[in-house]
């Protein structure tokens, strides 16, 4: 990118980001070579599910909380559960365990693919949109609508449906499937991985901005696999805590221009979660066909060039797809699930949204009704993330024209691949 002489004022303004999950907006100003003023600006009104999963059955809570996002829907429901079972001191092995990892990877393979084809390669690539791009690119949209749609079948064939799968609950499945019933999954796993080092292959190609500075990579990690589920909370620069403690390491506040709370790490500041998080703090646990793509591409792990995310994410979705087939492959039916009894109790789920540690805490009486409950969705932990990229980026491309200038900045926020609808919580927006 040629330098250019910063203008004495600029300000560039979206009113609607396009091609991120959510409504949202960007307001930044320039004055002579400092940022004045940056607004990332979420108007969404609120979900509020905190306050009405008071007084509900623990039974519910999966169903529930998968309906907070269309995308992850998933995640909710597995930070659900393992809250729950922390609760009620439930232990969920063997192949129900595999089996809830196995639905994990579907929803990382579809969102990721979503997020690395029809969102982000597009601003990479210079379009407008993925329809735009799909004349000159004609193979690669079909490459990811083909894995999209395997990570899709992989989820309704567990969940019951694509979109906010019904058959998880505390302590297994609802129902689990037959051998026979996953068993057409191995040779479609197989074609997918060639599709996925492809994907591989063809994002490390793209022309990636380098911002790298000075960050927190935040993330579950698991000695003896990829963190998806359960883990301890580790850091790049040594946090360490076990997932109960959440709470003591991490605070949420309001800004007045956003109905989505912005996460900090108490005493710390801002933080990084999502696929490049993982991939920095656990690449030796990806699969060994995942690491020697990764390291094919040239671009080193772990870095702190934000931009490298939608690397990292083609990397996860090699290894969910590796992983998936294993689980796939070794499959024997299991009981659908565990006895479980409710108790006074608090407990803390978290695990590994396509875009990042997703929090859920839940206190219940003794029947298992919630008494109170709270949701830390990824987006609203990298909020604060995102609007220090932009002021430091915002500084690099104002002396372009106003309109790349504009298309560069929202660049940088898709780029986190931002799901607004599961951030907002806070009911105040005061902003215009």
């Known amino acids: 990118m040629a330098a250019r002489q910063v203008p004495v004022s600029r300000e560039i303004k979206v009113g609607y980001l396009a091609r991120v999950e959510g409504e949202g907006g960007l307001q930044i100003r320039v004055t002579d070579g400092r940022v004045v003023e940056l607004r990332l600006n979420i108007f969404e009104p609120p979900r509020l599910f905190e306050a009405f999963l008071a007084g509900r059955s623990y039974e519910e809570l999966p169903d529930l909380t998968a309906r ?4 992850c829907p998933v995640a909710y429901q597995m ?53 735009a791009m799909a004349k000159d690119y004609p193979e690669e949209l079909r490459r990811g609508l083909a894995l999209k749609r395997l990570g899709n079948d992989v989820v309704a064939l567990l969940g019951g449906r694509e979109i906010h799968p019904v058959s998880a609950r505390v302590g297994g499945f609802w129902r689990v499937p037959t051998k026979g019933e996953l068993a057409p999954l191995v040779e479609r796993l197989e074609k997918g991985k060639e599709e996925a080092l492809r994907t591989v292959e063809w994002v490390a190609k793209l022309p990636l901005p380098d911002l790298t500075l000075d960050r927190e990579f935040v993330a579950l990690s698991h000695p003896g696999e990829y963190a998806m589920n359960e883990g301890r909370v580790v850091s ?25 709370l912005h ?3 108490r005493g710390r500041g801002t933080y990084f979660v999502g696929p490049l998080a993982r991939v920095n703090l656990s690449f030796d646990r990806l699969t060994a066909d995942a690491q020697a793509a990764a390291r094919a591409t040239g671009i080193p792990f ?106 560069r900045c929202e660049t940088a926020v898709r780029n986190y691949d931002p799901c607004i609808s599961c951030s907002t919580h806070a009911l105040r927006h005061s902003s215009p």
């Open 68 to 71: 907070v996002c269309g995308i």
């Open 236 to 260: 790049s620069k040594g946090l360490d805590i076990p997932v109960r403690e959440f709470e003591d390491y991490f605070v949420e506040e309001q800004v007045p221009y956003s109905t989505a």
């Open 79 to 131: 930070s659900s559960v393992h809250a729950v079972e922390d609760a009620f001191d439930v232990r969920v092995e063997g192949q129900l365990r595999r089996l809830r990892r196995l639905l994990y990877c579907g929803e990382w393979i579809e969102s990721h693919i979503l997020s690395i084809y029809l969102l982000a390669a597009p601003d990479f690539l210079g379009y407008e949109s993925a329809f």
């Open 302 to 407: 772990p870095n702190a060039n934000p931009f490298t995310s939608i690397v990292a994410r083609a990397v996860e979705v090699l290894h969910a797809v590796d992983e998936a087939r294993q689980i796939v492959e070794s499959y024997e039916r299991p009981a659908p699930f565990v006895a479980v009894r409710p108790r006074a109790a608090t407990g803390h789920g978290l695990t590994e949204a396509p875009r990042g540690m997703l929090y859920h805490r839940y206190e219940f009486d003794e029947r298992g009704m919630v008494e109170a409950a709270r949701l830390v969705p990824p987006t609203a932990q990298n909020q604060r993330q995102i609007e220090e990229d932009l002021r430091a980026y915002a500084l690099r491309v104002v002396g372009l024209s106003p309109e790349e200038a504009t298309r």
């Open 263 to 265: 996460a900090s790490l």
